[in-house]
């Protein structure tokens, strides 16, 4: 471990970094000592970056900038790791299971996920999002946690099937592989071959495209949010990009704002994934 | 003398685009308690398939296995796979004839000789480790309790096929299938391989049935040998007496493609002309017949079968080496 960290170059260091404090952020953020990002402060609105008691500055509203895309983090990185967490448990268990039996399951299951793909990912969060988040009564608005929980939902979906044909693919090259062979001629059992063989070979692909896929998953939130079907009244990224899309002409930083932390986090996560997918690669070997 | 492993009338296909694959074609195979048994034949004859079918190791849909198996007075042909399995690892084992692909590479070796002797035997993850480190020790890996810890990628390709070894004696079998175990190594690797397995052999009390296309490695390792061409067993004997008085003429022509150090150099290698016939579409006759250098219109029409002299030496040809019985 100490070894794979003194190889590491200095942009993935800064990308870790960045990292960290989002991560750090969307734990702490909410309790530290920030403006409220809920009060408009109507003597500045609209201010630019590093005005008197507005780090950032306010959008056309007078919210403070620093404090919403801080409070933001939470909701964004919420969503990205729980739908990349959930998603990807259950796609590469479906995808190494099916790899693994073959036969009817893995025809259904490889048709399942192609159709899935064939969908775009911010078409299918849509439609996914429209199902399930209108409410029955058009006067009664669907309540904020509510559209979070369906938002998690379709994002995750939109997962499953990514990591699952990723996890499939790689299940098949490793399922042929003579070692598991070998574990069958010493007595083990399928479980303990899919545990023990396939799954440790097959997790460094899943880690670098699930880090690629929180980055897909944070840039899907905020343009469901553009779109007006995301979090529309609860404080995230995407809904502080959806809110001063209107207001660009006269509070362009109030877009760049959210717009570079969302950035910075998706350039960070590919970073960091490819360089987690080519260290795990080295212990394959070459001789 | 009992049989630890007899093989009845076992045939094997597989059902491929072009058609069925016969690539065991109904073989019999007995294997002592305590011998060595050696299985010869050019690539595509049918061995690997055997040996594999024989410990049911062959799956999908596609293949097809008839015959029985009987092992240790069980007929595994006829168990559900779960005992099948029972016999795995404590009964018999195998060793792969490639160990770069046969290990784990994520895995370090001391977890991968400790899984058998966990699930099959049932010790704790420590003993397993103490029992790892012998069993290194035992198949002369230098500094045992370091190689627990390393990553197969780490380690040359004799020395991996040494740990290969190692987790297939893990559970004391009483039978080893040994698939070509020294293929994928340089000669002078294999020679102690190969010494290694015989020295096991008589330490563990094992039997051995050892897959190979070297009769040069059958001479010196084995007490049985059974020729294999196209599916079928050819020629079967003790080894001394199949090396003093061979019968059927591919032997012969495996024995003579042998190359030789008394050769003078720079003339062609000795090779036996045309290949293997086409395993989906067998030919009536002996399938040795359109490369045989004494082939007659008999061996053309329809197979020779396999006849026994009565003192354990049998040969499938109509034309025999030597003359008949």
């Not at chain 1, 574990?183 to 899943?206: C, F, Q, T």
């Not at chain 2, 050696?38 to 061995?47: C, L, N, P, R």
């Not at chain 2, 990553?151 to 893990?170: D, K, W, Y």
Request: hydrophobic content about 45%; proline content about 6%.
């Amino acid at each position: 471990m100490r070894k794979a960290l003194a190889r590491l170059d200095l942009f993935t260091k800064v990308c870790a970094g960045w990292l960290s404090i989002v991560v750090l952020l969307a734990i702490v953020g909410p309790y530290l000592p920030f403006t409220d990002p809920r009060e408009s402060d109507i003597e500045a609105m609209g201010v630019g970056m590093f005005s008197k008691g507005h780090f950032l500055g306010t959008d056309s509203n007078g919210y403070d900038l620093l404090s919403n895309v801080i409070t933001g983090t939470r909701l964004s990185i919420l969503i990205a790791v729980v739908s990349v967490g959930v998603g990807g448990l259950i796609g590469s268990a479906i995808g190494i299971l099916s790899a693994y039996r073959r036969g009817k399951f893995d025809y259904i299951v490889s048709l399942v996920f192609n159709i899935l793909l064939s969908i775009p990912n911010l078409v299918l969060g849509l439609a996914l999002v429209a199902i399930l988040a209108t409410s029955a009564d058009p006067n009664e608005p669907v309540s904020s946690n509510r559209r979070v929980f369906v938002i998690l939902i379709s994002l995750t979906i939109v997962i499953i099937p990514i990591l699952g044909r990723i996890a499939r693919g790689a299940t098949l090259t490793w399922t042929n592989r003579e070692f598991v062979t070998a574990a069958r001629s010493m007595g083990m059992r399928d479980r303990e071959i899919i545990m023990k063989h396939i799954v440790p070979n097959v997790l460094p692909s899943i880690y670098a495209v699930g880090f690629l896929a929180v980055g897909v998953v944070i840039v899907a939130e905020g343009s469901l949010s553009l779109l007006g079907v995301g979090i529309t009244d609860g404080i995230s990224w995407g809904s502080m990009i959806a809110r001063v899309a209107g207001e660009f002409t006269y509070a362009p930083h109030s877009m760049y704002v959210p717009v570079t932390a969302l950035a910075l986090t998706v350039i960070a996560c590919n970073q960091v994934g490819d360089f987690l997918r080519s260290q795990l690669d080295k212990r394959e070997g070459k001789i | 003398m009992t049989s630890l492993l007899s093989i009845h009338d076992l045939h094997v296909s597989f059902d491929t685009p072009r058609g069925l694959l016969q690539a065991v074609r109904g073989v019999d195979l007995e294997v002592p308690a305590g011998t060595s048994v050696g299985i010869v034949g050019e690539s595509g004859s049918g061995k690997t398939v055997l040996s594999r079918a024989a410990m049911g190791l062959l799956q999908g849909k596609n293949v097809q296995r008839t015959g029985t198996v009987v092992f240790d007075g069980k007929e595994l042909t006829a168990l559900p796979p779960d005992e099948v399995r029972n016999e795995f690892g404590t009964g018999m084992a195998m060793i792969f004839q490639d160990p770069m692909t046969a290990l784990n590479p994520v895995r370090r070796i001391g977890s991968q000789i400790s899984e058998g002797l966990r699930v099959r035997l049932g010790l704790s993850r420590a003993d397993a480790m103490k029992r790892s480190a012998e069993l290194l020790a035992l198949v002369r890996i230098p500094d045992p309790q370091g190689m627990l810890r390393k990553f197969p990628n780490q380690l040359s390709g004799g020395m991996r096929q040494r740990v290969m070894i190692a987790i297939a004696i893990a559970c004391n079998p009483k039978l080893l299938f040994a698939d070509e175990p020294t293929t994928a190594l340089d000669v002078t690797v294999q020679a102690q391989i190969l010494e290694l397995l015989s020295e096991l052999r008589a330490e563990l009390g094992m039997s051995m049935v050892l897959v190979t296309h070297d009769l040069g490695v059958v001479a010196n390792h084995t007490d049985i040998v059974t020729v294999m061409y196209a599916g079928l067993v050819v020629e079967q004997a003790p080894t001394r007496r199949l090396f003093a008085n061979m019968k059927m003429p591919y032997t012969e022509a495996l024995m003579k493609s042998i190359p030789r150090l008394d050769q003078p150099s720079g003339g062609r290698m000795p090779m036996i002309a045309g290949r293997l016939p086409d395993p989906t579409a067998p030919e009536p006759g002996c399938p040795f017949a359109p490369r045989c250098p004494y082939v007659v219109d008999k061996c053309r029409s329809s197979v020779p079968p396999l006849v026994s002299d009565g003192d354990g030496h049998s040969y499938r040809c109509w034309l025999p080496l030597g003359g008949g019985i």
